[in-house]
T-cell receptor, first 115, second 112 residues
Framework: AQSVAQPEDQVNVAEGNPLTVKCTYS??????LFWYVQYPNRGLQFLLK??????LVKGSYGFEAEFNKSQTSFHLKKPSALVSDSALYFC?????????????FGKGTKLSVIP | EAGVAQSPRYKIIEKRQSVAFWCNPI?????LYWYQQILGQGPKLLIQ????????DSQLPKDRFSAERLKGVDSTLKIQPAKLEDSAVYLC??????????FGEGSWLTVV
């Protein structure tokens, strides 16, 4: 079975400060990891993914995430937060060896960037 | 490139009524998913199609939910009869095999 934990329901950060949204995962095989963002009354937008290779992955809107196999983590980061980054962020995982391509999502972290 | 299209965007129905949601995936995407997102939770997979066939429907409440994918393209998700706990966002998504999954804007259902 595969699972994702996002330990923080909400993260508050001042505009211009760095932000981190935490994610840990559990899979039986090698993980494929994803971050999505959801703005109010919208669907999920893909931000970035880790499949293989470099542990630091860069994505849309200046976001990046670091894959850490020993800690089974995939934290989302941004060097300087914008008010427009305020949204709901979801981490997701799937087992690279699974025949099904479905993703398992965390419960989400609400990011609030304070002007 | 056009994204995943869903309709209707919003629907309010009374309990025990029926509702249907439509989805048109990204062109060329053989894999189609329906997820349910209840307020305050992450999306949960209801059903996954590969072309016309069902890959996984283990979490679909089959006594009230049904889904089909016509000719391997469009898909319809139906709920009959609806319960209060079915109030949620129904997200359709598609992917090219095991590549990145892209989501539509969602269909927001309120059951009163």
């Amino acid at each position: 079975a595969q699972s994702v934990a996002q330990p923080e329901d909400q993260v508050n950060v001042a505009e211009g400060n760095p932000l981190t949204v935490k994610c840990t995962y559990s899979v039986s095989g090698n993980p494929y990891l994803f971050w999505y963002v959801q703005y109010p009354n919208r669907g999920l937008q893909f931000l970035l993914k880790y499949i293989t290779g470099d542990n630091l992955v860069k994505g849309s809107y200046g976001f990046e995430a670091e894959f850490n196999k020993s800690q089974t983590s995939f934290h989302l980061k941004k060097p300087s937060a914008l008010v427009s980054d305020s949204a709901l962020y979801f981490c997701a995982v799937r087992d690279s060896g699974a025949g099904s391509y479905q993703l398992t999502f965390g419960k989400g972290t609400k990011l609030s960037v304070i002007p | 490139e056009a994204g995943v299209a869903q309709s209707p965007r919003y629907k309010i129905i009374e309990k025990r009524q029926s509702v249907a949601f439509w989805c048109n995936p990204i062109s060329g995407h053989a894999t189609l998913y329906w997820y349910q997102q209840i307020l305050g939770q992450g999306p949960k997979l209801l059903i996954q199609f590969q072309n016309n066939g069902v890959v996984d429907d283990s979490q679909l409440p089959k006594d009230r939910f049904s889904a089909e994918r016509l000719k391997g393209v469009d898909s319809t998700l139906k709920i009959q009869p609806a319960k209060l706990e079915d109030s949620a966002v129904y997200l359709c998504a598609s992917s090219f095999l095991g590549d990145t999954i892209y989501f539509g804007e969602g269909s927001w259902l309120t059951v009163v």
